[in-house]
């Protein structure tokens, strides 16, 4: 059974940071594609950023230079580094190996001003 087990969500206030963390399955992870995505109140699912089994990255334009994705393959986790934190990225955030059907139960960001 797959699992993916997101944290570190919480409450910050806009110009603060939070780091995210999803522990996966050893069987999905050593061979995915991560990606981290959100999903605002009333808006679509959408990706954030997501990182291959090499390290490759790619980022939203809305996030770049102020998120990092990394990956540690001995701990079968990713990582979400989200700095400078705006009012906008208030969102539930999931973890996702690209092309699977299996999503987190989502950890909440909330970003105050």
């Known amino acids: 059974q797959v699992q993916l087990v997101e944290s570190g969500g919480g409450l910050v206030q806009a110009g603060g940071s939070l780091r995210l963390s999803c522990a996966a399955s050893?069987?999905?992870?050593?061979?995915?594609?991560m990606g981290w995505y959100r999903q605002a109140p009333g808006k679509q699912r959408e990706l954030v950023a997501a990182?291959?089994?090499?390290?490759?990255?790619n980022y939203a334009n809305s996030v770049s230079g102020r998120f990092t994705i990394s990956r540690d393959n001995a701990k079968n986790t990713v990582y979400l580094q989200m700095n400078s934190l705006k009012l906008e990225d208030t969102a539930v955030y999931y973890c996702?190996?690209?092309?699977?059907?299996?999503w987190g139960q989502g950890t909440q960001v909330t970003v105050s001003s």
């Open positions: 996702h190996p690209s092309g699977s059907v299996y």
């Open positions: 990182i291959s089994t090499g390290g490759l990255t």
């Open positions: 050893v069987r999905i992870f050593s061979t995915s594609v």
